[in-house]
T-cell receptor, first 115, second 117 residues
Framework: AQSVTQLGSHVSVSEGALVLLRCNYSSSVPPYLFWYVQYPNQGLQLLLKYTSAATLVKGINGFEAEFKKSETSFHLTKPSAHMSDAAEYFCAVTSYGGATNKLIFGTGTLLAVQP | GAVVSQHPSWVICKSGTSVKIECRSLDFQATTMFWYRQFPKQSLMLMATSNEGSKATYEQGVEKDKFLINHASLTLSTLTVTSAHPEDSSFYIC?????????????FGPGTRLTVL
């Protein structure tokens, strides 16, 4: 079984400050991990993904995440927040391969960026 | 990248009516599609896996007779909410996996907002 825990349902940062959104996973098999962003009334857009290659993954919009097996974590960071980063962020896990490829989502973190 | 569309983007209906939502993969074929439901300020909950040419696989607790899924072709899956009631009001999102760099990745539709009066 797989699961994802996102600590902090709401995170507020000032524009220009570091963004850190936390994600811990549980998986009995090697995981594939994803971060998605969702703007109001829209679908999900992939920010980045970990697929067992490099542990430090760079994504779009200046975001990156580091896979730490020893900590079972995949935290999302961005050095300097922009107002346009305000959105809901979801961490997700799946097991690699397989046609069904079910994604298990965390509960989400709403990021607010203050001017 | 791969594009998934949904239609309609929003729908308002009366209680007791049925509503059909379409999910299309525009530039790739998808033998599998996924249907999610998202309540306000909550995460996505997988409802069912749509399989082209065979029956859908429903998650535990999802009524298959209420949420009818048909995967008619390699680019189209439909979700029909039958005899909709106000508690069915939600944001419904579909996704379709395709292989990028040898890894299955899901591409999401823009979602359909269903409001049942």
């Amino acid at each position: 079984a797989q699961s994802v825990t996102q600590l902090g349902s709401h995170v507020s940062v000032s524009e220009g400050a570091l963004v850190l959104l936390r994600c811990n996973y549980s998986s009995s098999v090697p995981p594939y991990l994803f971060w998605y962003v969702q703007y109001p009334n829209q679908g999900l857009q992939l920010l980045l993904k970990y697929t067992s290659a490099a542990t430090l993954v760079k994504g779009i919009n200046g975001f990156e995440a580091e896979f730490k097996k020893s900590e079972t974590s995949f935290h999302l960071t961005k050095p300097s927040a922009h107002m346009s980063d305000a959105a809901e962020y979801f961490c997700a896990v799946t097991s690699y391969g397989g046609a069904t490829n079910k994604l298990i989502f965390g509960t989400g973190t709403l990021l607010a960026v203050q001017p | 990248g791969a594009v998934v569309s949904q239609h309609p983007s929003w729908v308002i209906c009366k209680s007791g009516t049925s509503v059909k939502i379409e999910c299309r993969s525009l530039d790739f074929q998808a033998t599998t599609m996924f249907w999610y439901r998202q309540f306000p300020k909550q995460s996505l909950m997988l409802m069912a896996t749509s399989n082209e040419g065979s029956k859908a696989t429903y998650e535990q607790g999802v009524e298959k007779d209420k949420f009818l899924i048909n995967h008619a072709s390699l680019t189209l899956s439909t979700l029909t909410v039958t005899s909709a009631h106000p508690e069915d009001s939600s944001f419904y999102i579909c996704s379709a996996p395709t292989s990028t760099s040898g890894v299955n990745e899901q591409f999401f539709g823009p979602g359909t907002r269903l409001t049942v009066l």
